[in-house]
């Protein structure tokens, strides 16, 4: 039978590591899903460098274009929308989505965090880790609710702390982890909602 991805929109504001991770992911024929664009709040943000070489449309929505906040989100929600997402992906991605945007992708955003949530929510989680003296960290994968890194956990992968570590180092070897996890965990919400039959045995 011929595959039927799931159609991905990740949304990323910075370098797009964890975007290059999935873009490197759907090379591979039986992944089940695949990204179909790539939406940003920056226009200088790296992202949208690594996916229009992979031949991924790109848009620009960034906020000092808009007259409100209100604006920028319905924009973004209607770029997002234009291109059927089955799950939209927070790929480091620096803004708050509001109440508006996710009702109108319900069940359908995924974040990540660099941090075992509940634990060390927020923009600084490795620093935080270090500061508090944690021996494991890590990173999780949650569905995003209107709270600050407050939705329903996905997924956590644990990253022991090193006497060497500072944030940089620590952050580094969470990324790691944190791109693998992305990769597996859309690829296990995929199957569940059966959007491909390419590799049923997998």
Do not use: C
Request: glycine share 8%; proline share 5%.
């Amino acid at each position: 039978m011929l595959a039927v991805r799931a159609r991905l929109i990740v949304l990323a504001s910075g370098a797009g590591t964890l975007l290059q991770a999935l873009l490197d992911a759907q090379t591979d024929p039986a992944y089940p899903a695949e990204v179909v664009a790539v939406l940003s709040d920056r226009p200088d943000a790296a992202a949208l460098g690594r996916a229009g070489r992979h031949g991924v449309p790109v848009d620009v929505v960034a906020l000092p274009d808009f007259a409100d906040r209100e604006a920028w989100d319905r924009e973004l929600g209607e770029k997002a929308a234009a291109h059927r997402p089955d799950l939209v992906v927070l790929a480091g991605f620096m803004k708050i989505l509001s109440r508006e945007f996710l009702h109108r992708f319900p069940g359908q955003v995924i974040n990540t965090h660099p941090g075992l949530l509940p634990a060390f929510p927020g923009a600084h989680a490795v620093r935080d880790a270090l500061n508090a003296g944690v021996s494991v960290t890590g990173a999780s994968v949650i569905w995003v609710d209107e709270g600050i890194d407050t939705g329903e956990v996905i997924a956590h992968v644990e990253v022991s702390l090193l006497a060497a570590d500072d944030e940089d180092s620590l952050h580094e070897r969470i990324k790691v982890v944190e791109r693998e996890m992305l990769v597996r965990v859309i690829a296990e919400l995929v199957g569940e909602q059966n959007y491909s039959t390419s590799n049923p045995g997998a």
